[in-house]
């Protein structure tokens, strides 16, 4: 009943931006917030921005001042703006929902975002 899409990746010059959308479709019992996530080659998953239904926000050390995540409730979409990219940024990010009592249960495919230096 849950699918998630990913898009906006793509090639960028180090220090530009780009803006991931993800669709959400179906219905999520208990879903208390939205994510991105992503992993490059050889490293691991890690949460890189969140935003609870409540509106509060949480992001990684790494990203914080540059990433940005929002949602538009009206067209079931979340969003990260990422800004200053670094090649280092470079990965597949992943959209993510959360539901109460369950972890991140829900996973789109991924958008390739490359930085080149």
């Known amino acids: 009943q849950v699918e998630l899409v990913e898009s906006g990746g793509g090639l960028v010059q180090a220090g530009g931006s780009l803006r991931l959308s993800c669709l959400l479709s179906?219905?999520?019992?208990?879903?208390?917030?939205m994510g991105w996530h992503r992993q490059a080659p050889g490293k691991q998953r890690e949460l890189v921005a969140s935003?609870?239904?409540?509106?509060?926000?949480g992001y990684a050390d790494s990203v914080k001042g540059r990433f940005t995540i929002s949602r538009d409730n009206a067209k079931n979409t979340v969003y990260l703006q990422m800004n200053s990219l670094k090649p280092e940024d470079a990965a597949v990010y992943y959209c993510?929902?959360?539901?109460?009592?369950?972890?991140?249960?829900?996973w789109g495919q991924g958008t390739q975002v490359t930085v080149s230096s």
């Open positions: 935003l609870s239904v409540g509106g509060s926000t």
């Open positions: 179906g219905s999520i019992f208990g879903l208390d917030a």
């Open positions: 993510s929902v959360r539901s109460i009592g369950r972890s991140w249960p829900y």
